[in-house]
């Protein structure tokens, strides 16, 4: 659906038009994966998929939104006196609790308002859709009402919603992406010290496809938790030597050096993860800010190969994508992205070669696992924004 149609939604819904549009994108980590929480480096981007909203101010203090996606819920109702998490309330408790910590900040939100979202990321497939909900809540607040919210407060105020009002013990990498993301550009980010770079990454002749394996995801939680815990051991041992904070902090060859500190076979390689590919991630850095996209390609595939062989959080599904995809004509790289066992891989393919990689890959996945995926052609885009 585009605004067009949505402004005519809104109007069959409210009965009056709308004032403001406004956007925010869905993301994908490009390389640097279960780095974040060792102390190391993410290198997301923004995508040209995300979640529209167009709105109105009321006269009163009621919040009344509808999802073009949920459609069975219908109009969700409360005031600015309400903010309270409810069950019910579904997809709202999402830009409810963005209200509520927006307020708590000592923003004023003088008034409630009328809202339509529709949101084009495709369910499920780890490309941050409620972390695009919250900020794209942010700056509609802010642009409604005239506030002056600095970008990385409406980011913290995310992942506050996401940790405190919903429950889900996340990192700001998803909000941080969303909210900074620039387009034609991938952001290097400590998610520590919060401290970024924008990186430049030229695919005038390319497209990201993003391949979702459309395995529930269910082992991801518990084995997140297991993969946390072996790294912290890494770590402690690594202390008795070293004076490091996080894995993050070494470089390849100090690991090599130390290694012999972890006597467990399986911990000491979850722990090469960790730092080999917090090197990769610096390296991405410098080889697109020197225009080398085959190198860069190569460190996605290398980020792969340890997250299957060191991390073991692959699984048949992604493995069998990935290799399908290193297969192809006109792939300079694939790699899965977010937490693992499912979700999505994604592949940087030469524009002419897309419809074939994606025909061929579909088939290679479907005949090996019994069911297909799906594919999504996407771009590197802004973050959120007023339209």
Not at 166 to 174: E, L, R
Not at 304 to 312: F, M, N, P, T
Request: net charge negative; charged share 20%; proline share 3%.
């Amino acid at each position: 659906m585009n605004v067009t149609a949505l402004h005519s939604l809104f109007n069959e819904i409210f009965n009056t038009s709308p004032e403001k549009s406004f956007f925010a994108p869905g993301r994908i980590n490009l390389i640097g994966e279960h780095t974040d929480y060792n102390g190391g480096h993410v290198f997301p981007c923004a995508i040209t998929y995300g979640t529209y909203a167009v709105v109105k101010k009321r006269e009163d203090r009621t919040v009344r939104l509808y999802s073009a996606n949920f459609p069975d819920k219908g109009v969700i109702e409360f005031t600015l006196d309400q903010l309270d998490y409810n069950k019910d309330h579904n997809w709202a408790n999402y830009p409810k609790g963005m209200i509520r910590y927006i307020m708590e900040a000592g923003y004023q939100i003088p008034s409630g308002f009328e809202c339509v979202i529709e949101g084009n990321i495709p369910n499920g497939a780890g490309l941050s859709s409620s972390a695009s909900i919250e900020l794209l809540t942010g700056v509609l607040v802010a642009g409604l009402f005239g506030l002056e919210i600095p970008r990385l407060s409406l980011i913290k105020i995310g992942k506050q919603v996401e940790n405190q009002f919903i429950g889900v013990n996340s990192g700001i990498m998803d909000q941080f992406a969303i909210g900074m993301g620039k387009q034609d550009a991938g952001i290097l980010l400590n998610c520590q010290t919060l401290k970024y770079e924008y990186a430049p990454i030229q695919l005038e002749n390319h497209k990201i496809i993003i391949m979702n394996t459309n395995k529930r995801r269910e082992l991801a939680d518990s084995k997140y938790n297991e993969r946390r815990g072996e790294c912290e051991e890494a770590l402690s041992q690594l202390q008795q030597k070293l004076p490091i904070e996080a894995l993050g902090q070494l470089s390849e060859g100090e690991f090599d050096e130390n290694q012999y500190l972890i006597p467990n076979e399986v911990v000491r390689k979850r722990a090469k993860h960790a730092v080999y590919e917090n090197v990769r991630t610096l390296k991405a850095l410098e080889e697109l800010k020197a225009g080398n996209l085959e190198s860069f390609g190569q460190l996605i595939n290398q980020s792969h190969i340890s997250l299957r062989d060191d991390y073991e959080v692959t699984g048949i599904e992604l493995d069998s994508l990935v290799e399908a995809a290193w297969n192809q004509p006109g792939v300079l790289g694939a790699r899965m992205t977010g937490a693992g066992f499912g979700g999505c891989a994604i592949a940087i393919v030469e524009k002419d070669q897309v419809e074939g990689f994606i025909r061929n890959v579909g088939a290679a996945y479907a005949g090996k696992i019994g069911y297909e995926a799906d594919f999504y052609v996407a771009s590197i885009g802004d973050g959120a924004k007023e339209l």
